[in-house]
């Protein structure tokens, strides 16, 4: 599975941005997808998910009611739109897919994601 995250960029606080994540495979499709981030000196962390079926989400509490991920499989594209931006959302957003095909829990910890895109950086201006 190969992913390729691009849409990052500069935005002013209360902007809005959407990452994509192209993937391609022959069960990138099947496969659970997850955005991160990594801000400078911290910890990658969690940020949204969505399953295989695009029946089930899971969001970060920091992010709930602004960003809303979705995917579109016959475009093999995930992507991540991101509202009411701040701050302390700027980071390196990096894509991934779950290890195991056709499987979905709410909580999934990021050793289980497997494949990873390269990162985009997103910087929120105050």
């Known amino acids: 599975v190969q992913l390729q995250a691009s849409g990052g960029g500069l935005v002013q606080a209360g902007g809005s941005l959407r990452l994509s994540c192209a993937t391609s495979?022959?069960?990138?499709?099947?496969?659970?997808m997850g955005w991160f981030r990594q801000a400078p000196g911290m910890e990658r962390e969690f940020v949204a998910s969505i399953s295989y079926s695009r029946t089930s989400t899971n969001y970060a509490d920091s992010v709930k009611g602004r960003f809303t991920i979705s995917r579109d499989n016959a475009k093999d594209t995930v992507y991540l739109q991101m509202n009411s931006l701040k701050p302390e959302d700027t980071a390196v957003y990096y894509c991934?897919?779950?290890?195991?095909?056709?499987?979905?829990?709410?909580?999934?910890?990021?050793?289980?994601?497997?494949?990873w895109g390269q990162g985009t950086l997103v910087t929120v201006s105050s």
């Open positions: 495979g022959p069960t990138a499709s099947s496969r659970t």
């Open positions: 991934a897919a779950h290890r195991l095909p056709s499987f979905w829990q709410k909580y999934m910890s990021k050793e289980s994601f497997a494949y």
